[in-house]
């Protein structure tokens, strides 16, 4: 069974429907789903974080600007990399921008090559993102299945200590020490320390 193939998308917001149009032309070579709002509210009422992703977004609109929606993702944990657009040379706000993890901030008129150029990145980043968040969720879930002890054992393990001094530490035999490290390597499907040792990093 293969896995299912996730196409990219491209959000762009834009109270401005030539821009949004004229942006949706010179992204006609990212090979993604484009999907176009005039309103910032519109796309936060309908966003839902997806694998491969990015957000291009005017910093100067009515109601909600770009800083407010990049405010707004940070405020929910998304980590949607976010490219900023603004037709005024505001140096001060690009810096705020690219500081609160905005991932570019581009001056209008937008040059096509340059766009393109930064949406790539911005969506190998987002694949990034979601690969190290989806190996964060399987190795907890990995440990959530360790009983209290056996978490104790594989930490100590984890530090390089021996069973010994960890049946000393723990108050208990030897040999119950090494049934928890037995336990514990079949419950992890690991098959030596060195493999432990990077599931707890």
Same mark, same amino acid.
């Given at each position: 069974?293969?896995?299912?193939?996730?196409?990219?998308?491209?959000?762009?917001?834009?109270?401005?429907?030539?821009?949004?149009?004229?942006?949706?032309?010179?992204?006609?070579?990212?090979?993604?789903?484009?999907?176009?709002?005039?309103?910032?509210?519109?796309?936060?009422?309908?966003?839902?974080?997806?694998?491969?992703?990015?957000?291009?977004?005017?910093?100067?609109?009515?109601?909600?600007?770009?800083? =407010?929606?990049?405010?707004?993702?940070?405020?929910?944990?998304?980590?949607?990399?976010?490219?900023?657009?603004?037709?005024?040379?505001?140096?001060?706000?690009?810096?705020?921008?690219?500081?609160?993890?905005? #991932?570019? #901030?581009?001056?209008?008129?937008?040059?096509?090559?340059?766009?393109?150029?930064?949406?790539?990145?911005?969506?190998?980043?987002?694949?990034?993102?979601?690969? =190290?968040?989806?190996?964060?969720?399987?190795?907890?879930?990995?440990?959530?299945?360790?009983?209290?002890?056996?978490?104790?054992?594989?930490?100590?393990?984890?530090?390089?200590?021996?069973?010994?001094?960890?049946?000393?530490?723990?108050?208990?035999?030897?040999?119950?020490?090494?049934?928890?490290?037995?336990?514990?390597?079949?419950?992890?499907?690991?098959?030596?320390?060195?493999?432990?040792?990077?599931? #707890?990093?």
């Amino acid at each position: 069974m293969s896995l299912p193939s996730f196409r990219p998308v491209i959000y762009i917001i834009d109270d401005d429907d030539i821009v949004l149009w004229m942006f949706e032309e010179l992204l006609q070579g990212a090979d993604a789903d484009v999907r176009t709002f005039s309103s910032a509210r519109k796309f936060l009422d309908s966003y839902v974080a997806g694998p491969c992703e990015c957000l291009i977004c005017d910093v100067k609109m009515p109601e909600i600007g770009g800083l =407010e929606v990049q405010q707004e993702l940070l405020r929910k944990g998304s980590h949607l990399p976010i490219i900023l657009v603004s037709g005024y040379a505001e140096v001060p706000l690009a810096v705020q921008a690219i500081k609160d993890g905005a #991932f570019d #901030f581009l001056e209008k008129p937008v040059d096509g090559v340059v766009l393109l150029s930064k949406v790539r990145s911005a969506l190998e980043r987002s694949r990034q993102l979601h690969d =190290e968040h989806m190996a964060r969720v399987t190795r907890e879930a990995r440990l959530a299945l360790l009983t209290p002890k056996e978490r104790e054992v594989a930490e100590r393990v984890v530090d390089g200590k021996s069973s010994p001094k960890i049946a000393l530490e723990l108050d208990i035999s030897v040999r119950t020490v090494e049934n928890h490290r037995a336990r514990l390597m079949e419950k992890l499907h690991v098959e030596s320390v060195a493999e432990l040792v990077r599931l #707890f990093l």
